[in-house]
């Protein structure tokens, strides 16, 4: 049950960081795609690029 939660979270947070329509990304995916927006890439770019 800790990982569903650490996945919704990180879900979560990718929502707030403007990473739209994240629902069918993995956990890597989420976590880089959320390292690219904190080093200030445009979220859905960042999304685009971390789900390859």
Known sequence: M???DQLHD???QAHNAGIE???K???DQL???LRK???GAE???AKRE???
């Open 37 to 39: 927006v904190g080093k």
């Open 25 to 27: 990304m993995t956990e």
């Open 2 to 4: 800790a990982d569903r």
């Open 43 to 45: 979220p859905q770019m």
């Open 21 to 23: 329509g994240n629902s």
């Open 31 to 33: 976590r880089q795609a």
């Open 50 to 52: 971390a789900k390859g």
């Open 10 to 12: 990180l879900r979560q």
